[in-house]
């Protein structure tokens, strides 16, 4: 039963995966997105780690994606064009993959993942209270990098979208309707 | 009947709970809609529907005008007229989205009264709550599956492919997010006084009940009267998250004719109505379950002590149906505020909405959270 409903839950997750990568309609992809990651709460409620599983669904299903589906709705994307990949978007495409291989390889060669009992890992992620400490001891210090980042990228947000005027002109009308999605989305 | 019903295999125990709630859900959403004819008709004094009727069912004295006084047989009437009207499909739209949007709506709508336990039976002393699931994540479930209901909405909006539609449906999308965060946040200090210290955390609903029925003044206490502003913020949410005026910014017919479901009729459209309608009944009930002391009667008077004074303690299946009965009067007293509300305050601008949202309501819940964190720190040991 769970190995038939792992199989099921696992194959509907990679194809809406790859759905999404691959739609051209932006908004069929947004939502190949949240079907994915559906399925991949239900991977984590097979696991018992219950708490994951609500947690993606309501921070990620629930918000993310339809931040994103309110940005591409308010943009108005009918037909994404391809993107070319030239110079420097090239190097950084490049770069990130192989870190994101490169940490996915030391996750599974050497990483903690198959240190731990068995019977620890639902309980990490099923119980709130078992959840949260691990959160605020163990897990401390990539929390607060997490949170860096976050605020890196929020901060970095409010500086591409927000137009600076240079002193002596007269202050625009537009910037206050721009920028404001675009800072909800970085608050979120 | 009780051993029969232990009897029975514990698949068709859930299948017969499901159904049983869904047999009350679905009539009351649908009653909603004839309540709100009513409601809004009294309170612009206007008579509303009476005339509708059964020619041979009006003609039982006195019982019969009376319900078409009521107008319950216009309830009839607009379910009938839901079904057999003609179903246009216009042809501009997404046809997969446009058919899948009503029951994306409808689906979160009633999967999250799963979670809610809507009343309690007495096993001796104990008292164990009535639900078709008792979850330990409780409202963090509710929040997760509830707020996949919002794609309804975007949904419909998008695959109608016409411009008041869609901006019902971006309007939709912004209101949610902007007023989960301050809901979410709202009902932290509730939880933070119901997990106190050294126990296992949990977020059951039923846990919180428990805490509104102890004995003595703080422990009898609803939570509405020690955490007013909890309430009040999250009252204001919900009405946000249940589309109600007046935050019924993605329907709001003054300047969206009819908003996200412009381009839905007959069946389609009543699908979202009662989805509307199930949400609100929901959203009332685990407002009761937080702040109006669930199934406990009266204020410092919890269940145990009621049924002991009027003497059912000892048999648990009329406890449990009187504990129903006063967590659905209560639910429904909710609803006719929702209705109250709908019909006296008119509604905002939508950059009204956006403002209260984010720059009144989250700073307004967050200082809020920190007020309870201190209170509750020093407090707790001593009351």
């Known amino acids: 039963m769970l190995d038939t409903l792992f199989t099921v839950f696992a194959t509907f997750a990679l194809l809406f995966a790859l759905g999404a990568v691959l739609s051209p309609n932006a908004i069929n992809a947004a939502l190949c997105f949240l079907l994915c990651l559906v399925s991949v709460a239900g991977i984590f409620v097979l696991l018992e780690a219950y708490l994951l599983a609500v947690l993606l669904v309501l921070v990620y299903a629930g918000a993310v994606v339809a931040l994103f589906l309110f940005i591409i709705m308010l943009l108005d994307l009918k037909q994404v064009s391809a993107w070319k990949f030239r110079g420097i978007s090239a190097l950084a495409g490049v770069v990130g993959a192989g870190l994101l291989v490169a940490g996915v390889l030391a996750v599974a060669t050497r990483g903690q993942l198959d240190s731990l009992p068995a019977a620890m890992i639902p309980a990490l992620g099923a119980d709130l209270k078992a959840y949260a400490h691990a959160l605020f001891t163990t897990y401390l210090l990539p929390v607060q990098v997490m949170g860096f980042l976050l605020l890196a990228a929020m901060l970095g947000v409010i500086v591409l979208s927000k137009k600076f005027i240079a002193q002596g002109e007269a202050p625009a009308a537009s910037p206050a309707l721009d920028s404001q999605p675009a800072t909800q989305a970085a608050q979120k | ?383």
């Open chain 2, 1 to 383: 009947m009780i051993e029969f019903w232990l009897s029975l295999p514990p698949l068709l125990q859930a299948t017969l709970k499901g159904l049983a709630v869904i047999a009350v859900i679905f009539p009351l959403a649908g009653a909603g809609s004839m309540a709100e004819r009513k409601v809004s008709a009294w309170i612009q004094g206007r008579p509303g529907p009476n005339r509708a009727a059964i020619p041979w069912l009006v003609k039982i004295p006195f019982l019969g005008r009376a319900l078409q006084r009521l107008g319950l047989f216009q309830l009839l009437a607009d379910g009938l007229k839901f079904f057999f009207k003609e179903d246009p499909v216009p042809g501009h739209v997404n046809k997969f989205y446009f058919f899948l949007a009503p029951a994306v709506a409808l689906i979160p709508a009633l999967t999250t009264v799963v979670a809610v336990p809507f009343g309690a039976w007495l096993d001796g002393d104990t008292v164990v709550p009535i639900g078709l699931a008792n979850v330990d994540l409780g409202l963090l479930a509710i929040f997760a599956v509830s707020s996949l209901g919002v794609y309804a909405l975007i949904l419909a909006g998008w695959a109608s492919n016409s411009k008041y539609p869609f901006l019902g449906g971006v309007r939709a999308s912004a209101q949610f997010i902007s007023y989960e965060l301050s809901m979410t946040i709202s009902v932290l200090p509730v939880f933070l006084w119901v997990n106190s210290p050294g126990m296992r955390g949990s977020l059951s609903l039923a846990r919180v009940v428990e805490f509104q029925s102890l004995p003595g003044f703080w422990g009898g206490a609803w939570f509405i009267f020690t955490m007013p502003v909890c309430a009040l913020i999250f009252l204001i949410a919900l009405f946000a998250e249940t589309n109600r005026q007046p935050f019924d910014m993605p329907e709001s017919e003054a300047d969206l004719v009819g908003g996200f479901h412009t381009e839905y009729g007959a069946f389609k459209w009543a699908i979202f109505f009662v989805a509307e309608y199930a949400h609100m009944i929901v959203g009332s009930g685990i407002f009761t379950l937080l702040f109006l002391g669930g199934w406990n009667p009266l204020p410092w008077v919890s269940l145990a002590d009621f049924s002991a004074l009027i003497g059912i303690a000892g048999n648990p299946l009329v406890v449990g149906v009187v504990s129903i009965v006063i967590f659905l009067l209560k639910v429904l007293f909710l609803i006719f505020f929702f209705m109250w509300v709908r019909w006296t305050v008119p509604r905002f601008r939508y950059d009204q909405v956006m403002v209260l949202g984010w720059q009144k309501l989250l700073p307004l819940s967050i200082a809020n959270l920190f007020f309870y964190l201190v209170v509750i720190a020093l407090l707790q040991e001593r009351l």
